[in-house]
């Protein structure tokens, strides 16, 4: 089992930023990946970005050149740093753990960007 703590979740305006954090703990494993996806009322969960042990990210097309992802290996924690946040990017965003033999998902946090 992997456990997560995430925070950085809220409320922003239009062009604003937060910062999104994972910290995992439990069984996990080399090579994995952390990272987050999304899931806005009515439409499917879909990845926003993630990053390997080794450091190597992805990103979604829709977020790249807003959003950053990093990571602390000493703490098992993953971060989203987002910035010039539109309506478009409100969801409830999930971390999620994913290696060759397990995957697991947080319990979301809501991110709402309203004028």
């Known amino acids: 089992q992997v456990q997560f703590v995430e925070s950085g979740g809220g409320l922003v305006q239009p062009g604003g930023s937060l910062r999104l954090s994972c910290a995992a703990s439990g069984s996990i494993f080399s090579p994995h990946s952390l990272g987050w996806y999304r899931q806005a009322p009515g439409k499917q969960r879909d990845l926003v970005a993630t990053i390997t042990n080794n450091g190597q990210p992805l990103y979604a097309d829709s977020v790249k050149g807003r959003f950053i992802i990093s990571r602390d290996n000493a703490k098992n924690t993953v971060y989203l740093q987002m910035s010039g946040l539109q309506p478009e990017d409100t969801a409830v965003y999930y971390c999620?753990?994913?290696?060759?033999?397990?995957?697991?998902w947080g319990q979301g946090t809501q991110v709402t960007v309203y004028p």
């Open positions: 999620r753990y994913e290696s060759t033999w397990h995957n697991y």
